[in-house]
């Protein structure tokens, strides 16, 4: 009859040998119909064991979490955390804050060591034998090991908190301190003021409009009034921001009448990113959406780990004031993932517990310590879309910038190339 897998049926070894196409299809479906049989059956009895003990069903979800792309990230492993390195730079600092603890313990050792080596010395050539002496040096012994451990202690305590999905912007690199002066400064930023804009005679005056309200104290000035006005540069816009005051220059991009993208300008002289925007929905446009107010919102920064995240994530955080007006209850979140910023401005809003309604779980399904009687619902205000990273320049502008590290970053596509490799 020919040969047979082991675990499988005749009828399904010989839906491949037959020659016959309608006993094929035959054979195919009642192979079919057994392999559904096995499956339910398979299913059903793990339900009966699971319902008797609930832990083999909290073992089996454990074990059948699916790897994401984020999951799979590959870093460089490499000691370098200049601009553009693929490091996570929050592990970085640990590994070496890690590494210096280990040689300040090893070094806190040989010292303890020698001691012990000139006291056990001394010891010898008293030559006594009596029990209050080496009750002494018991004691002694015991102080030693409490010094020792009493530092090591002060030196743990000191060392770095654990991760989060919010960005730390303490741990930026001295290398990109030094790089962009102007983004890290141990003195306090001013007060944002935005000037708002488009390119050469533009129609998005709407979605303007839109992102005046998105970004506090932003103004929004049209580039040109009229077709034969003057066409003034980036340059020149900024230029003249700078001079009133004003912090950053933002742009936005057209093709076709539809926004596709965005520059924004830190005055007064740089950097400049670039960003692609896909996907723009405006507030009045998504269901059940909120009304904006004037409150200052507050700015959540998600999953910037790379020095180029660090950097993109400093820009953010200076078009934005530093104490929000919680009374607002808005809040900006830019998210990260994948290299994809998705922009979200959402307003809390508190409420009594629905009947159906379940406690807030974990990634994996458990329900959150802590947070059992909180019932904080959110309201998305709008815009959204989704932008991308696209060209970092040093100073205003890709013509503005000069010198050898004129343009520190540009998108290109073979970066994509490998899927678990990202850039911020």
């Given at each position: ?128 034998d009596d029990e209050d002496d080496e ?18 202690r002060a030196r743990r305590d000191n ?76 340059r020149e816009i900024s230029k003249f ?184």
């Open positions: 009859m020919g040969f047979s897998k082991p675990g499988r049926s005749m009828s399904a070894s010989l839906s491949t040998k037959t020659s016959n196409k309608l006993k094929r299809k035959e054979l195919y479906v009642l192979n079919k119909k057994e392999k559904d049989k096995d499956q339910r059956e398979r299913r059903f009895r793990r339900k009966k064991e699971e319902d008797k003990d609930p832990e083999l069903k909290a073992q089996r979800l454990a074990k059948n979490q699916p790897k994401t792309l984020d999951q799979k990230r590959v870093w460089d492993d490499v000691n370098d955390d200049s601009l553009g390195m693929q490091v996570d730079v929050e592990k970085l600092k640990r590994r070496r804050i890690e590494e210096e603890e280990a040689a300040q313990n090893a070094e806190l050792d040989r010292e303890i060591d020698e001691e012990e080596g000139d006291d056990s010395d001394a010891d010898s050539m008293l030559a006594s009750e002494a040096a018991e004691a002694k012994r015991a102080e030693r090991e409490r010094k020792r451990e009493e530092k090591k060392s770095t908190a654990p991760s989060t999905t919010s960005t730390n912007l303490d741990l930026t690199p001295s290398s990109l301190a030094l790089k962009f002066p102007m983004l890290f400064t141990d003195t306090p930023p001013p007060v944002p003021k935005v000037l708002l804009t488009t390119s050469l005679n533009s129609t998005l005056h709407h979605e303007a409009n839109i992102f005046r309200s998105v970004f506090p104290n932003a103004t929004y000035v049209p580039r040109s009034a009229h077709r034969f006005g003057h066409k003034y540069s980036l921001a700078a001079n009133r005051d004003y912090t950053a220059v933002v742009m936005l991009k057209e093709d076709q009448k539809k926004l596709t993208g965005m520059s924004i300008v830190h005055l007064p002289a740089g950097p400049t990113f670039t960003f692609s925007i896909t996907n723009f929905m405006e507030g009045k446009k998504l269901p059940g959406h909120g009304n904006p107010t004037n409150h200052y919102p507050e700015l959540l920064l998600n999953n910037f780990k790379t020095p180029l995240g660090m950097l993109t994530a400093a820009l953010f955080q200076r078009l934005f004031p530093p104490q929000p007006e919680f009374e607002g209850r808005q809040v900006l979140t830019i998210h990260n993932q994948r290299d994809y910023l998705f922009w979200r401005r959402h307003r809390y809003v508190f409420r009594e517990k629905r009947e159906t309604e379940k406690n807030i779980v974990t990634a994996e399904g458990s329900e959150m310590k802590g947070v059992e009687g909180i019932r904080v619902g959110l309201q998305e205000v709008g815009p959204r879309f989704t932008a991308k990273l696209r060209r970092v320049d040093k100073g205003i502008g890709r013509a503005g910038s000069e010198g050898d590290d004129a343009q520190p970053w540009e998108w290109k596509a073979r970066m994509e190339k490998d899927r678990k490799r990202f850039n911020l």
